[in-house]
């Protein structure tokens, strides 16, 4: 094949072993990676959408020695392997005992090329850790050579992956700044990002955790995407790759309830609450998980708890009307029980949800008393992470038990008044 020495619409980036640490892709060649990147050429022709790869020889013999070339048409995925650098009349491969003529790989399914005889051999040298030559004759009688100590179809995908941004070769894992850069490429959205920390805290996450709330990807979120990716054979470590993306996305979020602690088990359960004996017995408390959310983004499901001490006397009682507390502080935030409006506020002290006191200030107990009665609960505000509205709904079946139970497991019959 005649060697084209122009570069009219043409791009060319030459990447020898000693510039390599100076660009990207020489990065791209760390520890993570089994070989390094062999030195190499790029050129790409933009009339046939065409990103060739040309492979430099560690020695080579004769007048016209060859380079072997490995071309992918972008548009159409099919590649060519064949040797350039000058007019050959035969092309010969080696390696060990083994010697093929053969012709150029021209414009062929990736799959065709895996399973072709040269690219075979070349498998079975690099198992060898063997040297590999190209050999050709060129019109007047005259050989040419050129050998590769250390080159294999691994590096080869790999390069023609990172050069040609073609996968069809099944390049081998890719590296850590590869596989950053590749979920980089993904440009998630913040709902996006939220929806996926949702989807994974409920298949791996611990009950009890605390997931994160933010933009950004956490430690928690890297090592929960690195059991999704183990998980479906996915090889990206800890980042997310499109496939794993697109998944996670149509899956709708099976948010986990926020227990007191992870080894706490419950007391008792009435209906839809639970009672919780937490702190070796020195706080009792109850809880039911949101029956249905709208607007809600965050990673754990949102409960609706009550507490009291066992030191305590009288009726004092701790109030989280939602437990996170995702609801905008600044704006009005009010209880729906079934259908009957309540106005709560958030306590300044901790930033509980509670209902809003009477006008001398005590806390009255009609919120209370009407959940004993009634069968909803619906809160609605304005979320803190998107300024949209937000509503989560909750069920009182089983409250008036669950409450009793909770007073007489911490011996604070007091606390009953509440509910009376």
């Known amino acids: ?5 122009t570069m009219n619409h043409e791009t060319v980036h030459r990447c020898s072993q000693a510039t390599i640490a100076t660009v990207v892709l020489a990065v791209l060649a760390g520890t993570a990676m089994s070989q390094p990147l062999p030195e190499h050429a790029v050129r790409f022709t933009a009339e046939s959408g065409t990103c060739a790869v040309s492979f ?29 650098g000058g007019t050959y009349t035969e092309q010969v491969f080696l390696w060990g005992d083994t010697r093929t003529t053969v012709p150029a790989l021209r414009n062929i399914e990736a799959e065709a090329l895996l399973q072709d005889a040269i690219w075979q051999a070349m498998v079975d040298a690099a198992a060898e850790n063997a040297p590999i030559y190209w050999t050709v004759q060129e019109p007047g009688g005259g050989y040419s050579s050129a050998r590769y100590d ?28 590869e596989a950053q850069r590749a979920e980089r490429r993904l440009d998630l959205t913040e709902e996006q990002i939220r929806h996926v920390r949702r989807v994974l805290f409920g298949l791996y996450g611990e ?15 890297r090592r929960l995407i690195g059991l999704y990716n183990q998980e479906n054979g996915m090889d990206f470590g800890e980042y997310l790759t499109p496939t794993a993306t697109a998944a996670l996305l149509e899956l709708e979020p099976e948010l986990q309830m926020a227990l007191p602690a992870s080894d706490i088990p419950a007391s008792a359960t009435h209906q839809d609450w639970l009672v919780f004996s937490e702190e070796s017995g020195a706080v009792c408390s109850m809880m039911t998980s949101a029956k249905s959310t709208t607007g809600y983004t965050g990673s754990v499901l949102p409960v609706m708890r009550f507490s009291v001490a066992r030191s305590a006397s009288g009726g004092l009682m701790a109030i989280e009307l939602t437990r996170p507390n995702s609801f905008e502080p600044d704006t009005p935030v009010r209880a729906l029980i079934d259908g009957n409006p309540i106005a709560l506020m958030m306590e300044p002290s901790s930033g509980a949800l509670v209902p809003r006191p009477l006008a001398d200030g005590r806390l009255s107990n009609e919120f209370t008393v009407r959940m004993r009665q009634g069968s909803e609960i619906v809160i609605e505000g304005n979320s803190i992470d998107t300024g949209g509205s937000m509503r989560l709904g909750f069920s009182a079946a089983g409250f008036t038990a669950a409450f009793r139970e909770m007073a007489e497991l911490c011996n604070r019959p007091a606390v009953l008044g509440w509910i009376r």
């Open 207 to 221: 009950p009890g955790a605390e997931p994160g709330t933010g933009a950004e990807l956490t430690v928690t979120d």
């Open 150 to 177: 250390v080159l294999s179809p691994v590096q080869i995908a790999r390069t023609m992956a990172l050069a040609c941004d073609f996968d069809g070769l099944n390049p081998s894992t890719p590296t850590e700044v």
């Open 1 to 5: 094949m005649p060697e084209n020495n």
């Open 56 to 84: 430099i020889p560690d020695a080579t013999t004769g007048e016209v020695p060859p380079e072997l070339e490995v071309s992918v048409n972008m548009l159409s995925d099919r590649l060519s392997l064949q040797v350039i």
